[in-house]
């Protein structure tokens, strides 16, 4: 398969003024992002070696290492989890290959999304070396506060100068929460979106939605790990897994390299008809398609079963489905891969993970939050 070029994260990345700058509340917001013309030149990347390709995760903040937590790096590939965040006792219980603790002088938690993004960066030279030789890093952090707000942008830039495919994981607040929140949630993800590859967006808000009023807080909180493994699944395990229908890096990265927003939808469903219905569930998934004007770009899918009971027919069910799916919502033909893995764990269920890039109408802005 031809390669395809990459943005290459060079010194142009290495800027001289941050790249995200949190007012006080009621203060106006100033956030400078990347532009197209200042990104490195293209340049070609590294042949995948014979152990596959090297995933990194980041996670950043308490959000980002309590979803991490909860994950097998096994299960999806996993060469290395990195989590970064500024309280030592948070880290103390991380699920981490590595830690780093990110403290000012005064070893107090910083005030702005803008000091830890200071702080991220005078811990570059060892986040750079933790994520070296990665084909393809993955951030994990919730917006909204300081820490993932701030040091995801750090990290995603230092994985960009480490030539890797920089993908985003980004969870954004409820809408009970201060508008303060809100302004750096969207003004993060702006920022992120500037230099990673790919930012998907998982709504805290959007996926209370998807429950009926009487759930309980614990289970809508959850929802935001079930979207990362879902995420992963379409991400990395698939690359790993034995399936009938595999897929490489250069498929991964046709989805995910388009500088645009992500949405990633999911369901499970058993019985007979039970590719219909999950494939129908994901579609109709709350946090696939992001509020505002949007055209869709590309689109992964990733369809597991136990290995005796995954037909062809059913691939096809699902298949189809999406494909109908995307000529209503693209304007042009869009990319589409797929795979189809065996996971013994789901015994008679069938799981499907849709995860969707967006591209916005240019002078449109789409409400990241809600």
């Known amino acids: 398969m031809d390669r395809r070029n990459f943005l290459k994260g060079a010194s142009s990345l290495v800027l001289v003024h941050p790249l995200i700058g949190f007012a006080l509340p009621g203060v106006g ?3 400078p992002v990347a532009k197209p013309d200042a990104l490195p030149p293209l340049f070609v990347v590294p042949t995948v070696d014979d152990f596959g390709t090297r995933v990194s995760l980041v996670a950043i903040g308490g959000a980002g ?4 937590n909860r994950i097998d790096k096994a299960r999806y590939g996993l060469h290395k989890i990195i989590a970064i965040d ?11 290959d590595h830690v780093i603790l990110l403290n000012d002088a005064d070893k107090r938690k910083p005030a702005t999304a803008n000091l830890a993004w200071e702080l991220g960066e005078q811990q570059r030279a060892i986040v750079e070396r933790e994520i070296a030789n990665a084909h393809l890093v993955i951030i994990v952090a919730g917006m909204g ?16 100068r480490q030539n890797a495919l920089t993908v985003a994981f980004a969870v954004t607040p409820f809408a009970f929460e201060a508008q303060q929140r809100q302004i750096n949630s969207a003004a993060g993800i702006q920022a992120l979106q500037s230099v990673a590859h790919s930012v998907t967006i998982v709504s805290n808000e959007r996926l209370a939605q998807q429950f009926a009023t009487q759930a309980s807080f614990t289970e809508v909180i959850a929802q935001g790990s079930t979207a990362l493994h879902h995420f ?9 897994h034995p399936g009938l229908v595999g897929i490489d890096f250069e498929d991964i990265r046709t989805v995910l390299d388009s500088r645009g927003l992500s949405g990633i939808g999911w369901g499970e469903a058993v019985g007979d008809k039970r590719a219909e219905q999950a494939v129908q569930q994901a579609l109709s998934h709350a946090t696939l398609i992001p509020a505002g004007p949007t055209t869709l770009q590309s689109v992964g899918v990733s369809i597991r079963a136990a290995n005796k009971t995954l037909r062809m027919k059913e691939i096809n069910t699902v298949m189809n489905q999406i494909k109908t799916s995307m000529d209503r919502l693209s304007s042009s033909d869009g ?13 008679q269920s069938m799981q499907i993970s849709v995860l ?12 990241l939050n809600n």
């Open 232 to 240: 992963l699944w379409n991400t990395s395990g698939c690359l790993t």
């Open 356 to 367: 969707a890039n967006w591209v916005k109408p240019k002078g449109s802005t789409a409400n």
């Open 145 to 160: 506060g300081t820490t993932g707000t701030g040091v995801a942008l750090s990290v995603a830039a230092a994985a960009r």
């Open 335 to 347: 990319h589409v891969i797929f795979s189809a893995d065996y996971d013994e764990t789901l015994g």
């Open 86 to 96: 500024t309280s030592a006792r948070a880290l103390k219980n991380a699920k981490a």
């Open 65 to 68: 290492v309590a979803m991490v």
């Open 29 to 31: 917001l100033n956030l």
